[in-house]
């Protein structure tokens, strides 16, 4: 059974920065292609950015791209995301996501989900 832990959420100011780790067990790692949603108060989950297993490709929502980078250490078995310029509407619980048979934008591209980690950027 895969485990996903995300950690890294907080409160910040706008324009500031925080990173978001999280960390898989109980399937190898290495071959998964990784993701983070957010989900604002009132809204609908929406995609922020995957990585595939490799680490070679990298996807973001509009959003955030130019912002927002996300990693992976394959000897930590954890994948990062580094939120730098954060504004009030980054404000949401952010999800880990994982998949061993595809990447993509969609939940359904993904079928491993964390517990999620608030993040929330005061104006």
């Known amino acids: 059974q895969v485990q996903l832990v995300e950690s890294g959420g907080g409160l910040v100011q706008a324009g500031g920065s925080l990173r978001l780790s999280c960390t898989a067990s109980?399937?190898?790692?290495?071959?998964?292609?990784m993701g983070w949603f957010r989900q604002a108060p009132g809204k609908e989950r929406e995609f922020v950015a995957a990585i595939t297993w490799s680490g070679y490709n990298a996807y973001y929502a509009d959003s955030v791209k130019g912002r927002f980078t996300i990693s992976r250490d394959n000897a930590k078995n954890t994948v990062y995301l580094q939120m730098n310029s954060l504004k009030p509407e980054d404000t949401a619980a952010y999800y880990c996501v994982a998949s061993w048979l595809r990447v993509g934008v969609r939940e359904a591209d993904f079928d491993s989900w964390g517990q999620g980690t608030q993040v929330t950027v005061s104006s």
């Open positions: 109980g399937r190898t790692f290495s071959t998964a292609n």
